[in-house]
Each structure stands twice: as structure tokens, then as C-alpha cells.
């Protein structure tokens, strides 16, 4: 799914084997209790999405945590079912729940679709996302 779309193909390596370094990532975040990787499974037991919850402590806003939702994909031929609603739904409680003052998260600007996704549940266009690649 991260790499079936014209930005996940330019970034992901999907080879069987998988490379090591998906591998190294996954036990990275499986150690790490601030970070959660969710998948969303059919009833057959496909995964049909993901997404990935980082909680982030910090000290504005009074010591406040926030949360941080990435990688917030669903398999295409599941789309506009409600999945990801469940998803993100689900990490926003989860961040609520981990009392978090606050859950952001980036998407591409020329995810147009996945803007209108997000601003339908709630999410405001309130900053500009700014990245450097390395
Ligand atoms: C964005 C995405 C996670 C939404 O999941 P979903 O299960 O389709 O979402 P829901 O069924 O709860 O809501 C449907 C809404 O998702 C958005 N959506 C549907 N297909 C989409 C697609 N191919 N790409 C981006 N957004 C899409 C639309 O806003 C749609 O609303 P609409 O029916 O009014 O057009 C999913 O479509 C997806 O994985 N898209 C491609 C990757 C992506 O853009 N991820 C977000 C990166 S920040």
C-alpha cells in the first residue's frame, strides 16, 4: 500500500525478499512506545490499511503531548468504505486517550482527495508543512 500510488512508487522498494531495511524499521517502531503502526483487516484477515501514531511529547502548550498520524493508507480497491475513517478515528482517540492536546499529520499538496478526507473529519488546513530530505 505505501508504495502503490505515484509518490509511494518513487520512494518505496517492493522486492521480494522485502530489504532489510523495512524489516530494521518495523523492530525500530515495535520498541518504541510512543509509536504505533495500526493495520485495518478485512473479516477474512487481509490487511486493507494502515497507519502509523506517533505520540510526541514536548513542553508548550504546558508540557502538552500531541499526536502525529503518518503513513495513513488503504488498499485501492477498498477505497471510500469508511476504512480509513476507522483509522484515523481510531488514532485520534488513541491520542486523546494518551492525553494529547492535539493530533496533526502532513499530506502532500497534491493530495487533494486526502485533503477533503481529512478536513471531513475534522482536521483544519492551520499550518504549512515544510520538509528537508536527506
Ligand atoms: C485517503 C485514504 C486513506 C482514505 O481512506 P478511505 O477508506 O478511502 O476513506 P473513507 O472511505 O473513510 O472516506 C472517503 C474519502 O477518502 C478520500 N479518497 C477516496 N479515494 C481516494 C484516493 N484514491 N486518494 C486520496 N483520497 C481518496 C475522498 O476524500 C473520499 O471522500 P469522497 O468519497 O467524498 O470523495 C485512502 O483513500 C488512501 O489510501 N488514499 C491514497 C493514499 C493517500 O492519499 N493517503 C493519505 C496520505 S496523507
Not at 512508487?9 to 530494521?24: G, N, T
Not at 510526541?56 to 493508507?73: K, T
Not at 477498498?78 to 496533526?104: F, M, N, P, T
Request: glycine share 8%; aromatic share 6%; charged share 30%.
Amino acid at each position: 500500500m505505501l508504495a502503490d500510488d505515484h509518490l509511494g512508487r518513487a520512494r518505496e522498494r517492493l522486492e521480494q525478499p522485502l530489504p532489510d531495511c523495512y524489516f530494521a524499521a518495523f523492530d525500530k517502531v515495535e520498541r518504541d512506545g510512543n509509536l504505533t503502526l495500526v493495520v485495518a483487516e478485512d473479516k477474512a484477515g487481509r490487511v486493507v490499511g494502515c497507519l502509523q501514531l506517533c505520540i510526541l511529547p514536548g513542553l508548550s502548550s504546558q508540557g502538552a503531548s500531541r499526536g502525529l498520524i503518518e503513513d495513513v493508507r488503504v488498499a485501492s480497491n477498498r477505497r471510500s468504505r469508511g476504512i480509513g475513517e476507522q483509522l484515523v478515528q481510531w488514532a485520534v482517540g488513541e491520542a486523546r486517550a494518551r492525553d494529547c492536546k492535539l493530533v496533526e499529520l502532513l499530506t502532500h499538496h497534491t493530495r487533494v482527495d486526502a485533503q477533503r478526507f481529512y478536513e471531513r473529519l475534522g482536521f483544519a488546513k492551520s499550518h504549512v508543512g515544510m520538509t528537508i530530505r536527506f
